[in-house]
């Protein structure tokens, strides 16, 4: 399982153990949304791999959306 948890326009990717993997990106340059690992010595599963690669495709697709902060 993993959690997402939207923070200024990315989403921090939470394991069910707490552990943060990795925010999800827009990338401008790609217009694309991207993983970035938090860590590279933290292996993902299979599972939050999968679940990451759904949120990418739902987030592109426009299935999901981030949302915006208000700093006002």
Not at 42 to 55: C, F, V, W
């Amino acid at each position: 399982m993993v959690l997402f948890f939207p923070i200024q326009q990315e989403l921090d990717c939470i394991n069910g153990s707490g552990h943060i993997l990795g925010k999800i990106k827009f990338d401008v340059l790609k217009d694309e949304h991207i993983f970035c690992s938090e860590n590279e010595s933290i292996a993902l599963s299979s599972e939050e791999e999968s679940n990451i690669a759904d949120r990418l495709a739902g987030l592109d697709s426009g299935k999901y959306s981030i949302s915006m902060q208000d700093d006002d």
